[in-house]
């Protein structure tokens, strides 16, 4: 009984094989995280550290979301293989501007697999993704907000303290 509800998966396979691709991309920007985390954590950006581990957990929790859902709908899940992250930033700007780019990436990535499936009438695939797609708004509005405190603020090493005070990990 079980081979014939895998069998007859509940998503197209195009959708499957664009969602296997989302769970490495969303791992792949857990580790990127990560590395932004230690590249702050090693410099007392203390509060960009939190934000960054957090952000970690959360892209994570995407794959993962997305991992279920393949599998629910009798897919086969992927696990991931991560190559090389960066480490290497030149400055506490540039590193929520890769974040920024990264998040960017994702949404288009995102807004791909949602086109794909209304294409091919996979209608759960497309429901699925809505969280998703509002999600994405608000990481890219976040990421935007704290890049700005950088031309509010200026760049020096006060205004970098000043900033980092004010990167919330709520
Ligand atoms: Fe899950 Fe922010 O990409």
């Known amino acids: 009984m079980k ?15 664009m969602l296997n691709a989302q769970i490495q991309m969303e791992g792949r ?21 939190g934000f960054m581990y957090k952000q970690a957990a959360e892209e994570r929790e995407h794959m993962m979301k997305i991992f279920k859902f393949v599998n629910d709908c009798g897919g ?7 190559e090389s992250t960066n480490h290497d930033f030149s400055s506490l700007e540039e590193v929520f501007e890769t974040a920024l780019s990264q998040e960017i990436d994702v949404t288009k990535s995102i807004n791909r697999i949602v086109a794909a499936a ?49 990167i919330s990990v709520e």
């Open 3 to 17: 081979d014939i509800a895998r069998q007859q998966m509940s998503i197209k396979v195009e959708s499957m094989d």
């Open 29 to 49: 920007a857990s580790a990127s995280y990560l590395a932004m985390a230690s590249w702050c954590d090693q410099r007392g950006y203390n509060q960009s550290a």
């Open 76 to 82: 086969n899940a992927i696990s991931p293989a991560i």
């Open 118 to 166: 209304k294409k091919n009438s996979d209608f759960g695939v497309e429901n699925f993704l809505q969280w998703f797609i509002t999600e994405q708004l608000e990481e890219e509005k976040t990421m935007r907000d704290i890049l700005d405190l950088f031309e509010i603020m200026g760049r020096d090493g006060i205004a970098l303290k000043l900033i980092d005070e004010r």
